[in-house]
Nanobody
Framework: QVHVVESGGGLVQPGASLRLSCTVS????????IGWFRQAPGKEREGVSC???????NYADSVKGRFAISRDTSKKTVYLEMNSLKPEDTAVYYC????????????????????WGQGTQVTVSS
């Protein structure tokens, strides 16, 4: 069975940092890309960042220079380091898995991702 579990969300002030974790089981990260997406109330789910099985990365323009995605294959965990957080980063953050060739840039579109975690809430407020 495929399981995806996110953790690390919380309530922080603007300018603070958080590290989100996505731990997966039931498949190998050798063959899947992992993406982080977020959804604010009343808005569509949007792509934030993703990492391929060859460690290629992709970032939304809104988070470039502030967020960094990484992978620890031995722990089957993908991390999203979020720095200089802004109120507009407030959302439920989800991670998902996508069967994408390792040489291909992972897409930041939800339809390519097959399995999802339950989400973790990130709130940035003063």
């Amino acid at each position: 069975q495929v399981h995806v579990v996110e953790s690390g969300g919380g309530l922080v002030q603007p300018g603070a940092s958080l590290r989100l974790s996505c731990t997966v089981s039931g498949f190998s990260l050798d063959y899947y890309a992992i993406g982080w997406f977020r959804q604010a109330p009343g808005k569509e789910r949007e792509g934030v960042s993703c990492i391929s099985s060859s460690d290629g990365t992709n970032y939304a323009d809104s988070v470039k220079g502030r967020f960094a995605i990484s992978r620890d294959t031995s722990k089957k965990t993908v991390y999203l380091e979020m720095n200089s957080l802004k109120p507009e980063d407030t959302a439920v953050y989800y991670c998902g898995t996508a069967l994408i060739p390792s040489s291909m840039t992972c897409p930041l579109v939800t339809r390519n991702y097959d399995f999802w975690g339950q989400g973790t809430q990130v709130t940035v407020s003063s």
